[in-house]
Antibody, heavy 120, light 106 residues
């Protein structure tokens, strides 16, 4: 069973940095498409970033140049390095597994989320 | 960028009602569309992928249809557990979610 667990969220001042982690004991991270999706308080879902099985990376325009997605296969861990954080980055951040049945991806397994609050 | 627009934003319904939610794409996404259910404080749950394929374990009262730019999610007989917010998501070109439809008790 896929069980994704995020960590690393917290309260950070504007301009600061955080690194989120997502781990699954079932080796999901190393073998799959993986993504980060966020949800601002009271708002809808927003796709943030995705890493493909060939390690190609993709970013939403709102975070491009500030966020970096990566994974450490030896630790079966997905990361999201977030730099130059803004108040509008405040959200619950979910990691999710992407499945491709001809086109990448719909997201079939999600973590419980980690809260990032950017505030002075 | 492909924009996804859901309607309605809020839907009031009773247990046993047939419920339909619409999702429109700003350009053709063929059938590369998924539907998710999210309850307050919880992670989203995949219901439908590739416009009409039911995810394993999801009750058969949920169904999806459509292609191109117009899609629907139908709940054939609304159950108490179905009161939640529903999102569509396209994956034809990058990944975009609709703004959500909240299904509330009438």
């Amino acid at each position: 069973e896929v069980q994704l667990v995020e960590s690393g969220g917290g309260l950070i001042q504007p301009g600061g940095s955080l690194r989120l982690s997502c781990v699954d004991s079932g080796f999901t991270v190393r073998n799959n498409y993986m993504s980060w999706v966020r949800q601002a308080p009271g708002k809808g879902l927003e796709w943030v970033s995705l890493i493909k099985t060939d390690d190609g990376t993709y970013y939403a325009d709102s975070v491009k140049g500030r966020f970096t997605i990566s994974r450490d296969n030896s630790k079966n861990t997905l990361y999201l390095q977030m730099n130059s954080l803004r108040v509008e980055d405040t959200a619950v951040y979910y990691c999710a597994r992407g499945l491709s049945g001809g086109r990448c991806c719909h997201f079939d397994s999600w973590g419980q989320g980690t809260v990032v609050t950017v505030s002075s | 960028d492909i924009q996804m627009t859901q309607s309605p934003s809020t839907l009031s319904a009773s247990v046993g009602d047939r419920v339909t939610i619409t999702c429109r794409a700003s350009q053709s996404i063929v059938t590369w569309l998924a539907w998710y259910q999210q309850k307050s404080g919880k992670a989203p749950k995949l219901l439908i992928y590739e416009a009409s394929s039911l995810e394993s374990g999801v009750p058969s009262r949920f169904s999806g249809s459509g292609s191109g730019t117009e899609f629907t999610l139908t709940i054939s007989s609304l159950q108490p557990d179905d009161f939640a917010t529903y999102y569509c998501q396209q994956y034809n070109s990058f990944w975009t979610f609709g703004q959500g439809t909240k299904v509330e008790i009438k």
